[in-house]
């Protein structure tokens, strides 16, 4: 079992910058493909940003392409989303999410692709 506990969200002002983290337990998770989600209220959860297990394959949603990055520690069980030049609708929940891909180069950009989720963290852009 993979617990999954995010961390760094918060109120911040329209261009201003975040640094979500989330860290696992449970098992190591450097074979795990790793994702960030996002949930507006009354929207549908979607995908943000995601990366293989080597850390150097990365996906991210046109959205927030350019502004937010994807990183991973696997020594750490790790994984972080740099978040840049927000606006009032990155607005959301974001939650962290792992699955064990045995190392596969493919990022998963689909909520039924993982398997574990953590709590999730608020993030809120004013304008």
């Known amino acids: 079992q993979v617990q999954l506990v995010e961390s760094g969200g918060g109120l911040v002002q329209a261009g201003g910058s975040l640094r979500l983290s989330c860290v696992a337990s449970?098992?190591?998770?450097?074979?795990?493909?790793m994702a960030w989600f996002r949930q507006a209220a009354g929207k549908e959860r979607e995908f943000v940003a995601g990366v293989a297990w080597t850390g150097t394959r990365k996906y991210y949603a046109d959205s927030v392409k350019g502004r937010f990055t994807i990183s991973r520690d696997n020594a750490k069980n790790a994984a972080y989303l740099q978040m840049n030049s927000l606006k009032p609708e990155d607005t959301a929940k974001y939650y962290c999410?792992?699955?064990?891909?045995?190392?596969?180069?493919?990022?998963?950009?689909?909520?039924?692709?993982?398997?574990?989720w953590g709590q999730g963290t608020q993030v809120t852009v004013s304008s």
């Open positions: 999410a792992a699955d064990q891909k045995y190392k596969s180069l493919t990022v998963y950009d689909t909520a039924g692709e993982y398997e574990y």
């Open positions: 449970g098992r190591t998770f450097s074979s795990y493909a």
